[in-house]
């Protein structure tokens, strides 16, 4: 299998310098030959997500809102990546900000594309363990947050129930369940 090529990019949104979003249209020439004219791509930054278990046994959440779900969501530690930074660095940094937490051992749980067709960055998801305060909450999320404590059993049937309401979340406390699971 060969992958597709890029002939041309056309930008046709940049808001706020691109921090946030670029939409592209790109030429795209796929391994057969066929040419497909205005392709749309949408280049947002990397990020982190951090399922958190405290050296208690608990696992740190937030119930929150979120603009593009309806309700309340239970949430897990998040945040782009800051130029240039590496995604452990950038989940460290989101667990102390957020939690006020430092965590001795951290495992990656892989780095996803967020969308194969159109883009969108990736998230690099993490379990980090052992988690403890180390210093108040200095968090700058625009959403109000409630800080939760579940236990492993809680969580998973939290996951069950659909609590986890963004794919990426539920996607980092499924996997850490299954890593968790296995040892």
Not at 62 to 69: E, G, P, V
Not at 80 to 88: K, M, N, Q
Not at 110 to 134: E, K, P
Request: net charge negative; charged share 25%.
């Amino acid at each position: 299998m060969q992958p597709w090529k890029t002939l041309a990019r056309r930008r046709l949104l940049q808001p706020d310098d691109g921090r946030f979003l670029t939409v592209e249209s790109h030429t795209v020439q796929l391994p057969d030959g066929r040419v497909i004219e205005d392709w749309p791509w949408l280049i947002t930054p990397d990020y982190i997500n951090v399922v958190v278990e405290t050296e208690a046994g608990e696992f740190v959440c937030f119930r929150q809102t979120k603009y593009a779900a309806e309700g309340v969501t239970l949430a897990i530690v998040g945040g782009y990546l800051e130029p240039d930074e590496e995604p452990l660095a950038a989940a460290r940094r989101e667990l102390l900000e957020e939690t006020g937490c430092e965590a001795p051992s951290w495992t990656a749980l892989g780095r996803y594309a967020v969308d194969g067709n159109r883009g969108c960055g990736h998230a690099h998801l993490f379990l980090a363990r052992g988690a403890r305060w180390v210093q108040p909450i200095d968090a700058d999320d625009l959403e109000e947050q409630e800080l939760v404590l579940l236990s492993r059993d809680e969580l998973r049937d939290a996951l069950d129930a659909g609590e986890f309401k963004i794919l990426p979340w539920a996607t980092a406390v499924a996997l850490a369940l299954l890593r968790l699971a296995g040892g």
